[in-house]
């Protein structure tokens, strides 16, 4: 949104594409015009600069909305192919964001069991609990709104585990100094949090979910396993951080990065391009980095892709909140010791439903040495979500020493797709009818 | 504004607005597919159209993504086992 008001202010012409039915994306997700409920402001933070935003956008004769479309590739020159036809364009402006990274643990493809950031979705979208008696685990910077809103909505939250200990920041006083705003905005949250009951913990993660058709209760226990807790809920929030969603960049040849966390990104100069020409990246696609961040690139590339030059206080700003995101990513790293609490019968591979069992067969038995070869013997990865789930947990199983940490070339193999969505046989048709 | 639609033959209420998955949960459903292997409840997981996992049948057209779609008034939401194709 960001890049195509700055863009369409320079005096282009811009098509935004949303695979959404109203602007918004994940971070400012509001619910359809009519559904309303007395919490919601408490939902949403910067909501003003949102609408703001928002006007700038729906007011520009030069910016062409076009929601729910997907794009599932985008060809050199270019052709960005949605699933509603093809779009031509001089430039492209990846602003895809992310999808939220979950490693596999017993019970955890039992209904009950969300992703942090989808129990968000649900509440934010919908204004929906995801259940009455929810906890919130995982790790990173997420869950702190994610069990604020629940809380606020109405659920009872009978828990926050973050599986790191966070005293960690104490190491990087400098851009924790520079970053005040953030800083607060977290302090703010665990207030809400302390103020609504809601019992905060660190280095604790959840090794288990129990049930028979829904979940019934979760164990919380130290990463080692020792100290088990179970816990009667209805409802798990929970999520690893979020990864890039890249996979566009990737097919058309962008280069990429490996961050400290696990996660890979496309790689940026300091005017937000790729290393393809006329290809820019912004905000989580470029490394996730939150959503003001995203804001600050996007102008910037708005700008760029005119030939307008970023000065101001843009730059300096996109570099401060990068370095504080930097620090968070290292505080916030899987736990290795996620592996050690699977059992031979945990699903790693939701889709295809592969368990441990054979992914463990395929690295010691079989012979194979790269998430691809496992992705190959097992089919995990093959399903509909193309990787984006058990991606990083087979990168990691590939890997037969725990303590290794997974290669980029693995976190890549799940990460490449030449078809970047799921499309109809119809529209593969349609094109080739088109290049006749 | 609500919506009337049926599950599984059961009428049952939403918000205008709402997702089918929203809607289904709402009203105290959480899992509306058997897997095609496993056999194994799925409902919500992702809710942002990643996963896959909410898939459900709506008025006869399966593979439909819960988190996704809105519902619409008279829907009929069946529960999808295995891909839906019987």
Not at chain 1, 99 to 117: H, I, K, Q
Not at chain 1, 358 to 370: P, W
Not at chain 1, 377 to 406: F, H, I, K, S
Not at chain 2, 14 to 19: D, H, M, R
Request: hydrophobic content about 40%; some cysteine.
């Amino acid at each position: 949104m960001a890049a195509a008001a700055t863009a369409a202010e320079q005096g282009l012409r811009v098509a935004l594409i949303d695979s959404g039915r109203q602007l918004g994306g994940q971070y400012f997700r509001h619910p359809a015009p009519g559904l309303n409920a007395p919490w919601i402001a408490h939902l949403h933070h910067g909501w003003s600069r949102f609408e703001r935003l928002a006007t700038r956008v729906e007011t520009s004769h030069r910016i062409a909305v076009l929601f729910e479309r997907q794009v599932w590739a985008i060809e050199p020159g270019f052709n960005v192919l949605t699933d509603r036809g093809p779009i031509a364009a001089r430039n492209v402006i990846l602003a895809t964001g992310s999808y939220e990274r979950v490693v596999p643990f017993p019970g955890w493809d039992l209904p009950g069991v969300f992703t942090a950031g989808g129990a968000q979705a649900l509440l934010k979208g919908n204004l929906v609990l995801p259940g009455r008696r929810v906890v919130v685990a995982g790790t990173g910077p997420l869950l702190l709104p994610v069990a604020a809103g629940l809380s606020v909505a109405g659920a009872n939250v009978l828990g926050l585990f973050e599986a790191n200990r966070v005293r960690g920041y104490a190491k990087h006083p400098v851009p924790l100094l520079k970053n005040p705003a953030k800083f607060l905005e977290g302090v703010d949250f665990a207030r809400q949090l302390l103020r609504a009951r809601v019992p905060l913990r660190s280095g604790r993660m959840v090794v288990e979910a129990q049930g028979t058709d829904n979940l019934e209760a979760v164990v919380i226990a130290h990463s080692d396993g020792s100290n088990r807790r179970r816990i009667e809920c209805d409802a798990l929030a929970i999520g690893y951080g979020l990864a890039p969603q890249i996979d566009l960049g990737l097919t058309l040849g962008c280069e990429n990065k490996l961050l400290s966390d696990g996660t890979v990104a496309l790689r940026v100069d300091r005017s937000q391009r790729t290393s393809i020409r006329g290809c820019y990246a912004v905000g989580e696609t470029a490394g996730i980095a939150g959503v003001e961040c995203s804001l600050v690139e996007g102008e910037i590339a708005g700008l760029a892709v005119a030939g307008a030059s970023p000065g101001g206080p843009l730059t300096p700003r996109r570099d401060r909140l990068r370095g504080f995101a930097d620090v968070l990513r290292t505080q916030h790293p899987v736990p290795a010791a996620w592996r050690d609490h699977l059992t031979p019968d945990t699903l790693i591979c939701r889709c295809e439903e592969v368990p441990a069992r054979a992914v463990a067969e395929a690295v010691e038995d079989l012979g194979a040495t790269d998430a691809r070869t496992v992705k190959l013997l097992t089919r995990a990865g093959m399903g509909w979500c193309q990787g984006r789930v058990c991606g990083y947990a087979v990168a990691c199983l590939a890997r037969r020493d725990p303590a290794e940490p997974a290669s980029a070339a693995d976190l890549l193999a799940a990460a490449k797709r030449p078809l970047a969505r799921p499309v109809r046989l119809s529209v593969l048709t349609e094109l080739d009818q088109r290049n006749k | 504004m609500s919506v009337q639609f049926t599950f599984d033959g059961r009428p049952l209420t939403a918000e205008s607005g709402q997702t089918v998955g929203a809607a289904l949960l709402a009203a105290g459903v959480q899992s509306w597919r058997t897997t095609r292997f496993g056999g194994r409840p799925r409902g919500l997981f992702c809710g942002i159209g990643v996963c896959f996992d909410c898939l459900v049948t709506v008025n006869g057209e399966p593979n439909v993504r819960a988190c996704l779609t809105p519902i619409a008034d008279g829907d009929a939401v069946t529960t999808q086992a295995g891909d839906g194709r019987g």
